[in-house]
Structure formats: C-alpha cells, structure tokens
C-alpha cells in the first residue's frame, strides 16, 4: 500500500491517460460507425479503407483489458481518498464504462452491416464488368443500322444472330449473378443500392435480350418484305401488262348477239383484274413501308418512284373500266341502227311495190290521183334517204371500226346492207323523178300544196282539242300572266299556220286542176277560223283577267299594310270601307271573267 501511496501521482497520470485513450478510441469508433452507416454509395476500393478502419477500432474497444485496468487501478487509488474525491471518480468512470457499454451492441451491429456492405460492394464489382458488357450489347441492338437490299439485311441478319448467341452463353452466369443478387438483397441487413444494381442488371438483361431480339424480328420482317417486295413488284408488272393488254383488246364487236355476252364477259374479267391489281399493289406497298425504315435517304425515293410509278400504271383500269362503258353504249346503238336498217331494207319492198303500181297500175287511176301518188312516193323515198343519211352519219362518227381487228365480217356485212339500201333507194328515187317528170309544174305545186296540208292536219287536230278542253283557270296572278303567254304564243301559231296554208292554196291554183285543192283549202281556213277566233278572245280576256288581278293585289296590298299599321298608313277609315268594298266586287268580277273564259263570243 505504501507502494501506491508514494506513487500515486505518476499511478493517477497512467490512469487518466488510459482513460483519456479509452475515450479517443469510443470518439473514433462511433465515427467509423456513422461512416459506415453514411447515406451514400462508395467505391468498393474506399469502402475496404472504412471497413478495416471500423474493423480495427472495433477489435481494440472490444479488448476488456483497459476497462478491468481501470475498475481495479480506481479501487486501489482511491482506497484512502476522502468521499468526495472519491465520489467523482466514480461517476466519471461510470460514466465511462456506460458509454463502453452502449457501444458494444451498435459495434457488434455495425460488424453484420459492414460484412452486409462489403459482399454487396463485392457483388457490384463482379457486376460491373458484365453490365458493361451488356451495354455495349445493348448498343448494337438500339444503334442506327441501313439496308438497301435483301442481301444487305442478311448480313445484318448474320451479326444480330451472333449477338443473341452471345447473350445465350452469357445467360447461365447472368441468371447465377441475379440470383446471388437477390439472395444478397434480402439480408435485411443489406443495403438499398444492392436493391436497385440488381434490379438494374435485371432490367438491363431482359432490355437487352428484348431489344436484341426485336431487332432480330424487325431485320427478319425486313428480310421478308424485301422479298415480297421484289416478287410481288414483278408480279404487279406482269399483271399491269395483262391488263394493258386486255384495254388494247377491248373492241367494237358488230355481231349482235356476241358483243352484249363478250362485254358482259369483259366486265367480269376487269373486276377480277382490277381486284387482283389493287392486292398486289397492297402488298407492294405495305411492303415498301417496312423496307423504307431502314433504307438510306437516296433509296427511299428511288422505291417511292417506283411504287408510284406502279401506282400511276393502276389507271389502265380505270381506262378498261371506261372503254367498257364505251362499248356498253356502243351495242345499244349498232342494235339501234340495225333495227332501223331493218326498217329501211323492209320500206324498201314496199316503196318497189308502190313504184310498180305507178308505173303499171292494177286499175283505173284518175290522173289528179296519179300525180299525188307520185308526188308522195317521191316525198316517202326521200324521207328514207334522209333518214339512211343520218344512219350513215351516226356509222361514221360513232359505230365505224376505230382500231385494228374491228373491221370484221360482221361489220363489212353492216356496210354491204346499208350500201345496198342507199343503192335501192336511189334508183327509187330516180323512177319517181322520171315518173314525176311526165306531170310538169304540176307535180311541184301539188306538193307544195300537199306539203302545207301535211303541216296544217296535226295542228288544226290539236288545236281544236284544246279549244274545247278550254282554257282552264288560274289560281293566282303568276299562272294568269304564264297563260296570257301562252295564249299569245297560239296565237302566232294561228297566224304561221294561215300564211302556210295560204302559201299552198296559191300553188295549188297554178295547176291545171286545182278543184279538189280549192275545196281542201275553204275546209282547212273555216276550221282555222273557229280556232282562231278563239284564241283571239281568250288573249283579250286574260289580258282583262291579268288587269283585274293585277288592280285586286294592289288594293289587298294597301288595305293590309292599312290594317297591320295603322298609325302609318294615310288611309282613312271610310277609304278602307270604299277599297274593301271594291276588294269584293273585284273577286265577283274576277269569278265571272274565269266562268266565261271558254265561252264563245
């Protein structure tokens, strides 16, 4: 004890700087700790540094030497100390020891998280590598690639193929590191970033492979459209051939009975041609759509050229559809005209029979009957001669072959027939001259006498149909001005027909014999007569009818502006009266006019 004693103040200065070291050690590890604990992610190289240094610190605090030292050394120093002195002491030595004491579990807790720490900053390390790896990957599969031929998209083909294989054999050590991974991940003592590098890789892997192998579709669906492109170009070509072949074969056919069926068999043939064109060009199309995202600037317009070019080419069918029309209306007209020579060819047995009968009659003629028999054959084959003209007319403009292989027997025999008919026609024609010639002027003054009457029989029918229909009433003031019209214009019909009539009489009477002319003539003119005095009449009472109606709306008129305002109208009560009263007896006088419209004067 006298040891301690004498020594005490060199024992107490070993204490306190043990004590002092103690306290510096517990300082440096809770600092160790908080940066093992810090909230950030460290190299793996930095963290071997704090981990050894945590390891370091926590093996030293951890040694109980010191903190026995120092509870067996305070016994012995203050053995003989006062209270008080010796009272301090210990309460800074406890308070020591219970800081010590706190620390052992947080160190023991940190040691778990940085073994925690330090296998996942190992596993990111082992990671590293392979997620670069898989980025350069990646990159190939997402960069900018250009093909502009099947055998260029093969090639491409050929090296995504070996990108994926290369993914395949890396597969097995990617799915083991994934798996480490997560097993590393749901230590709960792990760390968040080990969460979120695995699921990157994970991400990262499965994006890869995906890209890799939509690009290998992508390059495949390049591939094949490159090749329904070329084939189906080449069968569109062949195809818009056929059908410019088939526009150019396209043609009149003069037989009657063929040409409806071959254009009723045409029609078919371009629908089917036209169907089979539009889903050829589809598939061209669509083709080209795909191949253009990844041609080169320069081609993609040389295809757009040549899918429009293909595209323009598609109008032949639009041209077949056309000239089908064409020959649709072609057929009904050669089955007009073919009827109407028909017509021709049957007129002319009877014009031959009518001309023999002239020239040998079967009995007795009156020569007055002669002439006008002559004179109305002549007008009959003329007639048949301007109606042969306009068929020849109507052949050469529309229905004559316009392109070669038109000109078949069929329309050589249109032609024969219908010259034929012209031939015919014209030696009629040249009897009836010859014969009408034996009856001098009388023949031309007879028929311009004919003529006249010819003009005046429909009319005068239908014009005394219409005298004794009547006129009919108007409802309003519009179809009272539209039938004053009309009536003017029949009666301008009145005066055409008369100077007609009159025309032909005059001709008449330079005949020899004229008598049955002269009576036709005073039978026609008393007829016109009645009609047109008529018409006379019915223009002065519609113009009558047309003045009523006209004064009546005006009246209406004032008296209902007079009534719908009243404080703006000048018009006096007792004026009203006058003009409503004059309202109603021009409706009365109006009624009577329309009762008397058809009644003859």
């Not at 790896?133 to 090639?155: F, M, P, Q």
């Not at 014009?351 to 009959?380: C, F, Q, S």
């Not at 070669?404 to 219908?418: F, I, N, T």
């Amino acid at each position: 004890m006298a040891f301690w004693q004498e020594n005490y103040a060199f024992i107490k200065d070993v204490y306190d700087t043990r004590s002092q070291k103690m306290i510096e050690v517990m300082d440096s590890t809770e600092k160790s700790i908080s940066e093992v604990l810090a909230d950030k992610i460290y190299k793996s190289s930095e963290f071997a540094k704090v981990k050894d240094n945590f390891t370091n610190l926590a093996k030293n605090l951890e040694q109980s030497e010191v903190k026995d030292w120092l509870e067996s050394t305070k016994e012995t120093l203050m053995g003989d100390r006062d209270p008080k002195a010796r009272g301090d002491e210990d309460k800074k030595l406890q308070e020591l020891l219970d800081r010590y004491g706190a620390l052992i579990p947080k160190v023991a807790d940190t040691k778990q998280v940085v073994a925690s720490l330090w296998k996942s900053y190992q596993y990111t390390d082992e990671l590293a590598p392979h997620m670069e790896w898989l980025e350069e990957k990646k990159v190939l599969a997402t960069r900018d690639i250009n093909s502009n031929s099947a055998g260029e998209t093969e090639d491409l083909i050929e090296k995504q193929e070996k990108v994926i294989d290369q993914l395949d054999k890396k597969r097995k050590l990617i799915t083991e590191l994934l798996g480490k991974g997560t097993k590393l991940k749901d230590d709960p003592k792990s760390p968040a970033f080990l969460a979120r590098e695995v699921a990157n890789m994970k991400n990262t892997w499965d994006e890869t492979n995906n890209l890799a192998l939509d690009r290998l579709t992508r390059l495949k669906d390049n591939l094949s459209a490159w090749e329904r492109y070329e084939n189906k170009r080449n069968d569109l070509t062949d195809k818009l051939d056929s059908a410019d072949r088939e526009l150019s074969d396209i043609k009149k056919v003069y037989d009657l009975a063929a040409g409806p069926e071959d254009h009723k068999n045409r029609v078919q043939n371009a629908a089917s041609i036209r169907k089979n064109i539009e889903e050829v060009f589809k598939t061209v199309s669509g083709a080209n759509d795909i191949v253009q995202t990844l041609l080169t600037d320069e081609m993609k317009a040389e295809l757009n050229e040549q899918v429009d070019g293909l595209k323009g080419r598609m109008d032949v069918n639009n041209q077949i559809d056309e000239k089908l029309k064409m020959i649709d209306a072609f057929n009904n007209k050669i089955k007009e005209y073919e009827g109407v020579l028909k017509e021709l060819e049957a007129w002319l047995a009877v014009g031959r029979k009518r001309m023999d009968d002239l020239l040998n009659p079967p009995a007795p003629m009156e020569a007055e009957e002669r002439v006008l028999n002559t004179m109305e054959l002549g007008e009959d084959i003329r007639k048949q001669m301007e109606l042969h003209e306009g068929q020849q007319k109507k052949w050469n403009d529309e229905l004559c072959p316009s392109q070669p292989g038109e000109d078949s027997q069929d329309s050589k025999a249109l032609v024969g027939r219908m010259d034929a008919v012209f031939g015919t026609l014209s030696g009629l024609n040249s009897e009836s001259e010859t014969e009408a010639a034996k009856f001098g002027e009388d023949v031309k003054y007879l028929a311009d006498f004919t003529n006249s009457t010819k003009k005046f029989e429909p009319w005068i029918n239908k014009s005394e149909a219409m005298v004794k229909s009547g006129l009919g009433k108007p409802n309003n003031l519009e179809e009272a001005k539209a039938m004053m019209d009309d009536c003017k214009k029949f009666q301008e019909e009145c005066s055409t027909m008369k100077k007609a009539i009159d025309d032909g009489i005059a001709s008449a009477q330079k005949m020899t014999l004229h008598d049955e002319a002269d009576k036709q003539y005073a039978s026609n003119v008393k007829r016109w007569t009645e009609v047109n005095k008529m018409a006379g009449d019915w223009i002065k009472r519609m113009d009558s009818l047309v003045e009523m109606w006209t004064k009546q709306a005006e009246t209406a008129d004032k008296v209902a502006a007079a009534i719908s305002a009243p404080a703006n109208s000048e018009m006096k009560l007792e004026d009203l009266e006058s003009h409503l009263n004059s309202l109603k007896q021009m409706f009365i006088e109006k009624q009577k006019m329309m009762d008397q419209m058809n009644t003859i004067s």
